[in-house]
């Protein structure tokens, strides 16, 4: 892939599938980059200005690394920059810097010897004649520079062009220089999570914006002698940074250990010789020597020789283990993901290795990434330095606090504006107009409202819901899109044989229930053979679905000991994998050759994109050999030659996939056993096939899908199944666990791709029986049976999906809309359905069991992985659980989490305005509030119940009606203020009714602020707030129809019956030693104490009916008044339009992209075509 000036360029190599880079997973993967070089007068200059600033300009470069480049540097080329800022693609800046190493001597000649093209540009020669490598780093990648190419590109660039046949070349090994050379250039093979000391950790954390406002607030209360508050304030600020270090520094240190491995490894020198060496000198091309017993993989490898039983669930979460085989030569481009069934993956557990070293044992692989390149590198890395979640809640705090800065502003300038106009010092002044900033934004909001996250993660890891992304339980409560695999999802994982039905020219034989009772020949024989099931100790290990085949067969499997010299002579001197023997007890026709035991000599594993897979095998003797295909009936059958194909080939799939069965077909052809078997093509084998017949396996809809499948449909969450499976088999298990009811129709979405003699083609039809008899699908369109949206559901294969992404991109959206079937579906292709679904503004979760689903779940919103492994990286969430009853759990914590971040929000929210109208009233008659008042409030008062305020559950039930994740929407917005404005009108209140009473004394008004304390506008104002803290804390927490009523909270509850009793204590009695402690008036008057009660009573209520009010809705009449306006989402835009249309689908008409059309437009989207 070529690189462009001026920007470091990120090739699509083939990565694994366990974890593709895909530009799906990481759009716009093209970076900006920007050179910069050290300007000296510029540095000096921005020393003394830090100096003169005492830091804060360092503080500020800390902040923003962009000004700092900006300051100290000046633009050039990059092929002379010392520093780069980088611009990713969610259009986040970062700086990096330049290294340079200097190459060794005789270098270059061997760079020239290996790739003149490419290798040569990575240097640089100065006029001291040393060989220079400039390159930098960044998110554990490498990126070096490319003189020809005049960019930086990632070092994988160098052998992202390997062919198959380049890699068997690596087989001889690579010298010491050429080791030594690609070292420098690749880097160590290792995933280094950088795990900071605690000394970087607590100046990072100190210089976090949070705490340098800490710093300023605590230095300013000192300034204004609140000594103790200021002091507790600091005290718990330690705590906090000692926490939050400690905590830090564990995650990095668990995910170091999880992410390196250094280990010894053999390779394969040039001269022959085989070497111990550490895997951190791996290079890409090293010769791999893997032993017998396996081990555990620190790098990407193309298995080359021998076949190797790999447990891959660290990277996939699926527990079944795969056998890898040997990568077929060719020309073609070597590729990770195309060839995973032959590459080896970093972070996989090799079981076992055999076949592919002298005596039987061990096999040969070469390496092919190293390091952060690796499967697993990039998964760590996608932790690391995960993407920036994009949901609305998290930036409305943001803009919120903006706002609270606003407020803040206003009351600084009211103060300063009231204060100049007393004979109030000039400090004084300056220090009342700060502190209300320190009052008004709450320093500990970001941090509260991570409360209910928190709490919502522990009950989901006590129900054995693991979650490697708290950030994303928020976004699991807008889920309004789920989209479930099939098989191990839907289903149960194991399948059993149903029956088995002979095919050829003549038709088709009778159905019978086993293999066993099939009569002896090819397809017994295929069905016993075509299977990459292998031996363990002994015990057969492989796919459940050719475990339970093998099995039916009653044919058992021997796999060679020692060198295998003695199969390999047994079945003509041919390399024997393994050996199929009949059982012993069938009756055997004399001579028949098919009633003996056959050698499996090749093997082609099964690939999701090709859909099938093959074998070679050798009768006894060596007489003969035949290959065997077997795989999905509609790719075997084209890949038959067509007059093996039965004519009856397609009504029978239908009907037995109707049935919800899975269905397999096998074919076979004679192969020239005098030719080496073991370099065949698979290209070769895999043509002009003999069809054989069916398999049929049941497999069965898990218990628990149909009941959650119902809760969601009700919740109005819309349920999307995404399968590798045969389209009508979908259907039936769409059916059965109710994705679509028995009243609706399922129509076929049937696209055609481009072809020499015919153009592209899109075409609508009911399934079979679907219009009532005597009527015609356009009688059931007049008569609405399946208009609306819910009436119909579309279903289509992963051939007509690319089709219709293709060329008819102005019909994916509504089909989008409305399909609930994706069969035949490739993993890249789920990876791009979510993409698509995601562009129609649908918050998408996606839950999968295996490797075909990784890229999808971690493109998904939220990903949710059933796999047995504790905390798997292929998804943000893992569930131990085996059926899909985790996901509505996870939704209405999602929702439960959501709902009280909201609620903690505003509580913090309200509180600082609770503050800052006491302060900003008491300032204004020249007195304040006392240290401790401040410290009780804070302390006492409003931590304790933010802390148990997010406690309650999630509830029991998922609501259609989803949480709001809008912090400036009008229901929010609106309460708040009117809050505050009963707030202000309470403690005005208060305060007036206190000046007006017989016994009140007037302020001092030669004393200010603490000096005039105690007095009596303080303690009816303190008295008040006080009761409108613990008011603020029962208006906000809200609990149906999200969380579980509040009588749940049973600490929250009485937390507020004694904060209310502390405070009715402290108004009628606060007795000698609080009233000195607190510096409160003792008010003789009882009568005035009980109504200062009533008062916050009347707040109480009056608070309390507002929220209600505000809960059903009162603020929608401004709405009305504004006039309805379009969702912002495009896909309920689209949902109206759709409904509204009289002629979609447009049922057996063949519409073409050159079609007569007519336009759909959505408000602010492109038109949505409709064809005629």
Request: aromatic fraction near 10%; glycine fraction near 8%; charged fraction near 20%.
């Given at each position: 892939m070529s690189c462009s000036v001026g920007s470091a360029v990120e090739p699509l190599s083939g990565l694994p599938s366990p974890s593709p880079r895909d530009p799906l997973l990481s759009p716009d993967s093209h970076m900006d980059v920007q050179g910069y070089k050290w300007v000296r007068w510029r540095v000096w200059l921005c020393r003394v200005a830090a100096l003169l600033s005492l830091g804060l300009l360092l503080i500020v470069f800390h902040w923003r690394p962009r000004l700092a480049v900006l300051a100290r540097c000046c633009s050039c080329p990059l092929a002379l920059a010392d520093i780069l800022l980088l611009r990713d693609s969610f259009g986040q800046q970062h700086v990096v810097e330049v290294l340079t190493e200097e190459m060794e001597e005789g270098s270059l000649e061997v760079?020239?010897?290996?790739?003149?093209?490419?290798?040569?540009?990575?240097?640089?020669?100065?006029?001291?004649?040393?060989?220079?490598?400039?390159?930098?780093?960044?998110?554990?990648?490498?990126?070096?520079?490319?003189?020809?190419?005049?960019?930086?590109?990632?070092?994988?660039?160098?052998?992202?062009?390997?062919?198959?046949?380049?890699?068997?070349?690596?087989?001889?090994?690579?010298?010491?220089?050429?080791?030594?050379?690609?070292?420098?250039?690749?880097?160590?093979?290792?995933?280094?999570?950088?795990?900071?000391?605690?000394?970087?950790?607590?100046?990072?954390?100190?210089?976090?914006?949070?705490?340098?406002?800490?710093?300023?607030?605590?230095?300013?209360?000192?300034?204004?002698?609140?000594?103790?508050?200021?002091?507790?304030?600091?005290?718990?600020?330690?705590?906090?940074?000692?926490?939050?270090?400690?905590?830090?520094?564990?995650?990095?240190?668990?995910?170091?250990?999880?992410?390196?491995?250094?280990?010894?490894?053999?390779?394969?020198?040039?001269?022959?010789?085989?070497?111990?060496?550490?895997?951190?000198?791996?290079?890409?091309?090293?010769?791999?020597?893997?032993?017998?017993?396996?081990?555990?993989?620190?790098?990407?490898?193309?298995?080359?020789?021998?076949?190797?039983?790999?447990?891959?669930?660290?990277?996939?979460?699926?527990?079944?283990?795969?056998?890898?085989?040997?990568?077929?030569?060719?020309?073609?481009?070597?590729?990770?993901?195309?060839?995973?069934?032959?590459?080896?993956?970093?972070?996989?557990?090799?079981?076992?290795?055999?076949?592919?070293?002298?005596?039987?044992?061990?096999?040969?692989?070469?390496?092919?990434?190293?390091?952060?390149?690796?499967?697993?590198?990039?998964?760590?890395?996608?932790?690391?330095?995960?993407?920036?979640?994009?949901?609305?809640?998290?930036?409305?705090?943001?803009?919120?606090?903006?706002?609270?800065?606003?407020?803040?502003?206003?009351?600084?300038?009211?103060?300063?504006?009231?204060?100049?106009?007393?004979?109030?010092?000039?400090?004084?002044?300056?220090?009342?107009?700060?502190?209300?900033?320190?009052?008004?934004?709450?320093?500990?909001?970001?941090?509260?409202?991570?409360?209910?996250?928190?709490?919502?993660?522990?009950?989901?890891?006590?129900?054995?819901?693991?979650?490697?992304?708290?950030?994303?339980?928020?976004?699991?409560?807008?889920?309004?899109?789920?989209?479930?695999?099939?098989?191990?999802?839907?289903?149960?994982?194991?399948?059993?044989?149903?029956?088995?039905?002979?095919?050829?020219?003549?038709?088709?034989?009778?159905?019978?229930?086993?293999?066993?009772?099939?009569?002896?020949?090819?397809?017994?024989?295929?069905?016993?053979?075509?299977?990459?099931?292998?031996?363990?100790?002994?015990?057969?290990?492989?796919?459940?679905?050719?475990?339970?085949?093998?099995?039916?067969?009653?044919?058992?499997?021997?796999?060679?000991?020692?060198?295998?010299?003695?199969?390999?002579?047994?079945?003509?001197?041919?390399?024997?994998?393994?050996?199929?023997?009949?059982?012993?007890?069938?009756?055997?026709?004399?001579?028949?050759?098919m009633s003996e035991a056959v050698a499996i000599v090749q093997r082609f594993p099964f690939s999701s994109a090709l859909q099938r897979m093959s074998v070679v095998t050798v009768a006894h003797g060596g007489r003969f050999a035949l290959a065997f295909i077997k795989g999905s009936p509609e790719m075997v059958a084209s890949l038959c030659r067509a007059e093996t194909v039965p004519a009856q080939f397609s009504s029978q799939l239908r009907n037995f996939s109707s049935e919800g069965l899975r269905v397999l077909a096998l074919a076979c052809k004679p192969v020239d056993v005098k030719s080496d078997l073991r370099t065949i093509e698979r290209g070769e084998v895999e043509k002009d096939m003999q069809f054989l017949g069916f398999l049929m396996m049941k497999n069965l809809v898990k218990p628990d899908s149909a009941r959650v499948i119902d809760i969601l449909r009700l919740a109005h969450i819309r349920c999307v199944m995404v399968t590798g499976d045969n389209i009508l088999t979908a259907v039936n298990v769409a059916k059965s666990c109710g994705m679509v009811a028995s009243d609706e129709k399922v129509i076929f979405v049937t696209a055609t791709p481009y072809t020499a003699h015919s153009m592209p083609t899109l075409r609508f039809s009911l399934e079979d029986g679907g219009a009532i008899a005597g009527q015609s699908c356009t009688d059931v369109i007049s008569q609405g049976l399946y208009q609306g949206g819910f009436g119909h559901h579309l279903a289509i294969n992963g051939k007509s999906f690319a089709v219709l992404c293709e060329h008819f991109s102005e019909y994916l959206p509504k089909v989008l809309m409305q399909a609930t079937i994706f069969a035949r579906m490739a993993p890249d292709q789920k990876t791009q359905l979510v993409k698509e679904l995601q562009k129609l503004n649908y918050r998408v979760g996606m839950c999968g069991d295996g490797a075909n689903d990784c890229g999808a779940l971690r493109a998904a919103d939220v990903g949710v992985s059933l796999s047995e492994a504790e905390a798997s990286v292929a998804s943000p969430f893992t569930s131990k659980t085996e059926n899909i009853s985790c996901v509505p759990l996870l939704i209405r914590e999602g929702r439960c989490s959501l709902v009280t971040s909201f609620s903690l929000f505003r509580y913090m929210a309200m509180y600082s305005l609770i503050q800052f109208c006491s302060v900003l009233i008491l300032n204004t008659v020249k007195t304040s509030m006392a240290d401790l008042q401040f410290l009780f409030c804070d302390l006492v008062l409003v931590t304790l119940l933010a802390i148990v305020m997010g406690r309650g559950g999630p509830s029991e039930d998922l609501h259609p009606c989803r949480p709001p994740a809008s912090l400036l929407a009008l229901p929010v917005f609106g309460s708040l203020f009117i809050h505050t404005c009963m707030i202000v009108l309470g403690q005005l209140a208060v305060f007036f009714i206190t000046t007006t009473q017989e016994w009140y004394i007037p302020l001092n008004s030669t004393e200010f602020g603490t000096a005039n304390l105690p007095n009596m506008e303080n303690t009816s104002v303190f008295d008040l707030s006080g009761f409108q803290y613990i008011i603020m804390a029962v208006v906000v927490t809200k609990s149906y129809p999200h969380k579980k009523p509040l009588y749940h909270n049973v600490i929250f509850l009485c937390m507020l019956f004694i904060h209310f009793g502390i405070m009715i204590w402290l108004v009628l009695y606060p007795g000698p030693f609080f009233s000195r402690i607190l510096q409160l008036y003792d008010i003789p008057d009882m009568n005035f104490k009980m109504l200062l009660v009533a008062v916050a009573a009347l707040n109480l209520l009056v608070c309390f009916v507002v929220e209600m009010l505000i809960d059903l809705g009162i603020l929608n009449c401004l709405r009305w008044l504004r006039g309805r306006r379009p969702s912002k989402k495009q896909y309920k835009r689209l949902k109206v339009l759709l409904s509204d249309s009289t002629s979609w689908p447009p049922l057996n008409q063949t519409l073409s992209p050159t079609g007569v059309s007519f336009s759909l437009h959505l408000p602010g989207s492109p038109l949505v075509t409709q064809a005629k």
């Open positions: 760079l020239g010897q290996l790739e003149e093209a490419e290798w040569r540009d990575t240097v640089q020669l100065y006029k001291e004649e040393k060989t220079l490598l400039r390159f930098y780093l960044f998110e554990g990648l490498r990126y070096i520079w490319l003189d020809r190419k005049g960019a930086f590109c990632r070092v994988s660039v160098l052998n992202e062009d390997w062919t198959c046949k380049d890699l068997y070349g690596f087989q001889k090994g690579l010298s010491s220089l050429e080791q030594s050379l690609r070292r420098q250039i690749f880097g160590a093979n290792l995933i280094d999570v950088p795990v900071k000391s605690y000394m970087r950790l607590l100046f990072e954390e100190v210089l976090n914006p949070f705490y340098v406002f800490q710093v300023f607030s605590i230095t300013l209360w000192m300034t204004d002698a609140y000594y103790f508050y200021a002091l507790c304030i600091f005290i718990i600020s330690i705590i906090s940074i000692a926490i939050s270090l400690y905590e830090t520094r564990k995650q990095s240190v668990t995910l170091r250990n999880m992410a390196r491995l250094v280990t010894n490894v053999t390779i394969r020198k040039d001269s022959g010789v085989e070497e111990r060496v550490s895997s951190e000198e791996l290079v890409p091309g090293d010769c791999l020597i893997i032993p017998q017993e396996g081990l555990l993989l620190p790098c990407d490898a193309a298995l080359l020789a021998g076949e190797c039983l790999v447990n891959e669930s660290m990277l996939t979460g699926e527990s079944v283990p795969v056998l890898k085989t040997p990568l077929p030569a060719g020309d073609r481009t070597y590729s990770s993901d195309t060839e995973r069934r032959h590459t080896l993956f970093c972070g996989t557990q090799l079981i076992q290795a055999k076949g592919g070293r002298p005596g039987g044992s061990g096999a040969v692989a070469v390496v092919t990434s190293t390091g952060f390149f690796t499967a697993k590198g990039d998964l760590i890395s996608s932790i690391l330095y995960p993407q920036p979640i994009n949901f609305r809640f998290y930036k409305d705090a943001v803009k919120f606090l903006l706002i609270l800065g606003f407020v803040a502003l206003i009351g600084t300038i009211y103060i300063f504006v009231v204060l100049i106009r007393t004979n109030v010092t000039w400090l004084q002044v300056i220090i009342r107009s700060l502190d209300i900033v320190t009052i008004a934004v709450p320093p500990a909001l970001p941090a509260a409202i991570t409360t209910g996250t928190i709490y919502a993660q522990r009950r989901l890891k006590s129900c054995g819901i693991f979650c490697i992304s708290p950030p994303r339980i928020n976004i699991c409560g807008k889920i309004s899109l789920f989209c479930f695999d099939k098989t191990g999802t839907l289903t149960e994982e194991g399948l059993d044989v149903w029956g088995v039905m002979e095919g050829g020219p003549a038709g088709f034989s009778e159905l019978v229930p086993g293999p066993t009772l099939l009569p002896l020949g090819p397809l017994q024989t295929g069905l016993a053979c075509c299977h990459t099931v292998t031996l363990l100790q002994g015990q057969p290990l492989g796919d459940p679905l050719e475990l339970k085949m093998v099995e039916s067969t009653s044919w058992t499997l021997q796999e060679p000991e020692g060198d295998g010299s003695a199969l390999d002579a047994e079945f003509g001197g041919h390399k024997v994998l393994a050996v199929m023997r009949p059982p012993t007890h069938q009756p055997q026709a004399q001579g028949t050759p």
